[in-house]
């Protein structure tokens, strides 16, 4: 991955992951924008912020790009992984610590996250491998996700990462 397309990537998806908070409030809460931008202060919501912007990034970026890596999809699925995780983790530790949450520091998990998930999607890119296997479980986790995220939108388990905190 080169340094501009982090770089780009990193600002792009920052932009959309910030301004895509208060779409769903500015659609007057269009239930079919809920899908894809949070209807509510859970964790779980807002990972959208950090998953529909990439994917829409990704796929304009692997078709401007002119040499195209073979394990593209596995990148961009497991930078996903871990730039999501990295919200959820972090979020939790330090509010458990802390026993109250930080709304300035609550933001800049978010661009932490995206870094992390920019950083490790270098670093796959740059085993340069390719796996039939690997693209095609990487595209069904990119579509189990995004379908998770529209099916759980208006039906959330009873669980805290889909709670308000």
Request: hydrophobic share 55%; no cysteine.
């Amino acid at each position: 991955m080169r340094f501009k397309n982090f770089i780009l990537g990193f600002f792009i998806i920052g932009l959309a992951g910030s301004l895509g908070h208060f779409v769903y409030s500015w659609s007057g809460e269009n239930t079919i924008l809920g899908y894809f931008f949070p209807v509510n202060e859970s964790i779980w919501e807002h990972l959208k912020l950090l998953f529909f912007p990439t994917l829409i990034f990704s796929v304009f970026e692997y078709f401007l790009m002119k040499e195209k890596p073979n394990n593209y999809l596995p990148a961009i699925s497991i930078s996903l992984i871990a730039g999501m995780i990295s919200i959820v983790t972090i979020f939790y530790t330090y509010s458990g610590v802390l026993g109250f949450k930080i709304e300035w520091f609550n933001i800049a998990i978010f661009y932490i996250s995206l870094l992390i998930m920019l950083t490790v999607k270098a670093l796959v890119l740059s085993l340069d491998f390719e796996s039939r296997t690997a693209n095609y479980l990487s595209l069904f986790w990119i579509f189990a996700m995004a379908l998770m995220f529209i099916f759980f939108t208006y039906n959330p388990l009873d669980l805290g990462i889909f709670k308000e905190p």
